[in-house]
C-alpha cells in the first residue's frame, strides 16, 4: 500500500489524504539464520519480507517499488548510520525511488528489527518495519526495564544521492529524513503489561518538523504468552495528549533479556498534515549483558531485584 509523501515539494502542498490500503502478508528476519520466516507485523506496510543479519552486513528487503527483483539486496551506507543502526540503501537509477533501510539486533542476537522506506516520488512513497525474535522464555514475575536508541524514518524527504538533472522537478525522487531518539520501557511480568516512552526525538535531515520536545509514549499494553505487545502511542501537542498512532514488538531471549518493535505515526507536527514516520526499536534488559549505559545512569533495578 502506497503512502501519502510529504516531502519538499508536497510540504507546500499539503497533499490529500491516503491512497486506498491493501492488506499484505509480511515475513520477518531470523537473525541467527539470516534467513525470512513467516509472522506478521501490525506495522509493516509495504514490506513484503526483510533479512538482516548484522555480523555480515547484509540487508535484503522486498518492498514496493525498490528494484528489478522481488528481493533486492541493498548496499551497505555507513554514512547514514545512526545511533548503532546499521544503514543501507538502494535506487536502480536517477529516476526510481531512493531507498533507506535500518537494522537492529539485540546483544545476545536474538531479537532483531529492520524499517525501510523511501522519501516519495510522484506524491506518495513506501515503507515499513518488521521485527521478530527467534526464541523467547518469559521471567516468572517481576519488573524489568529496557533502555536503548530509536531509528526512525519520515515521508518528509530529502534531495540528495544520485539525481538526474535534466529530469524535470516533479520526476525527481526523495530520501526519506531520518530521526533520532532514546527509548525506555517497564515491563511488570507479573502482571504482564508494559509501557514506556521514546524522548529526545529529532530529525537529522530532511525539512524541518515541528516535533516540541520529541517525546512520543508508549501507552501501557498487555505482554501476549508469547512475548508479543501492541499498544497506543501519544503524544503532548499544544498542551494536548492526542493519539498519533500505534507500536508493536515482542520480547526475545531467555528471560526476556530484549525487546524488538516498531511505531507507526502521524498527526505529530501540529503544523504540517500527513506527515508519517516509521520507526524500530531493539534493547536490550537492564542487568544483562549489552544493556544501555542509561540503566546505571537512572540507577533502575534489575529484573526481580529489591
Known amino acids: 500500500m502506497m503512502k501519502k509523501l510529504l516531502g519538499m515539494v508536497a510540504v507546500a502542498a499539503l497533499l490529500a489524504a491516503c491512497a486506498d490500503e491493501v492488506e499484505e502478508t509480511n515475513d520477518v528476519v531470523d537473525p541467527g539464520t539470516g534467513q525470512p520466516i513467516g509472522a506478521a507485523s501490525l506495522?509493516?506496510?509495504?514490506?513484503?519480507?526483510a533479512t538482516f543479519n548484522g555480523a555480515t552486513e547484509t540487508m535484503i528487503v522486498s518492498i514496493?517499488?525498490?528494484?528489478?527483483?522481488?528481493?533486492?539486496?541493498?548496499t551497505r551506507a555507513v554514512i547514514y548510520d545512526v545511533n548503532g543502526?546499521?544503514?543501507?540503501?538502494?535506487?536502480?537509477?536517477?529516476?526510481?525511488?531512493?531507498?533507506?533501510?535500518?537494522?537492529?539486533?539485540?546483544a545476545d542476537g536474538v531479537?532483531?528489527?529492520?524499517?525501510?522506506?523511501?522519501g516519495g516520488q510522484f506524491t506518495e512513497y513506501s515503507g515499513g518495519a518488521?521485527?521478530?525474535?527467534?526464541?523467547?522464555?518469559?521471567?516468572?514475575?517481576?519488573?524489568?526495564?529496557?533502555?536503548?536508541?530509536?531509528v526512525g524514518l519520515t515521508n518528509v524527504g530529502t534531495r540528495d544521492g544520485t539525481l538526474d538533472?535534466?529530469?524535470?522537478?516533479?520526476?525527481?525522487?526523495?530520501?526519506?529524513?531520518?530521526?533520532?531518539?532514546?527509548?525506555?520501557?517497564?515491563?511488570?511480568?507479573?502482571?504482564?503489561?508494559?509501557?514506556?516512552?521514546?524522548?529526545?526525538?529529532?530529525?537529522?535531515?530532511?525539512?524541518?518538523?515541528n516535533v516540541g520536545d520529541g517525546t512520543v509514549y508508549l501507552t501501557?499494553?498487555?505482554?501476549?504468552?508469547?512475548?508479543?505487545?501492541?499498544?497506543?502511542?501519544?503524544q503532548n501537542i499544544d498542551g494536548d495528549l492526542k493519539p498519533v498512532g500505534e507500536f508493536t514488538g515482542t520480547f526475545g531471549g531467555a528471560n526476556a533479556s530484549g525487546?524488538?518493535?516498531?511505531?507507526?505515526?502521524?498527526?505529530?507536527?501540529?503544523?504540517?498534515?500527513?506527515?508519517?514516520?516509521?520507526?524500530?526499536?531493539?534493547?536490550?534488559?537492564?542487568?544483562?549483558?549489552?544493556?544501555?549505559?542509561?540503566?546505571?545512569?537512572?540507577?533502575v533495578d534489575d529484573l526481580n531485584s529489591n
Open 111 to 118: 531479537t532483531t528489527a529492520v524499517v525501510a522506506m523511501d
Open 220 to 234: 501501557p499494553t498487555g505482554i501476549a504468552a508469547d512475548g508479543s505487545f501492541t499498544g497506543n502511542v501519544e
Open 85 to 106: 543502526y546499521q544503514a543501507y540503501t538502494t535506487q536502480d537509477d536517477p529516476l526510481d525511488r531512493m531507498f533507506t533501510a535500518f537494522g537492529g539486533v539485540s
Open 259 to 299: 525487546l524488538a518493535g516498531g511505531i507507526y505515526i502521524t498527526d505529530f507536527d501540529p503544523d504540517l498534515d500527513n506527515e508519517e514516520e516509521r520507526g524500530i526499536f531493539v534493547l536490550n534488559q537492564c542487568g544483562t549483558a549489552g544493556e544501555s549505559a542509561d540503566c546505571g545512569t537512572f540507577n
Open 130 to 150: 518488521v521485527y521478530n525474535a527467534t526464541s523467547y522464555s518469559a521471567p516468572s514475575a517481576g519488573l524489568s526495564s529496557y533502555a536503548g536508541k530509536y
Open 165 to 209: 538533472s535534466a529530469a524535470d522537478s516533479a520526476l525527481l525522487p526523495e530520501r526519506a529524513a531520518r530521526t533520532q531518539g532514546d527509548v525506555f520501557i517497564n515491563a511488570d511480568f507479573t502482571d504482564n503489561q508494559l509501557n514506556g516512552a521514546i524522548y529526545n526525538r529529532e530529525v537529522l535531515d530532511g525539512s524541518p518538523l
Open 64 to 74: 514496493t517499488l525498490d528494484a528489478d527483483v522481488e528481493n533486492q539486496v541493498y
Open 43 to 49: 506495522i509493516d506496510g509495504d514490506i513484503n519480507a
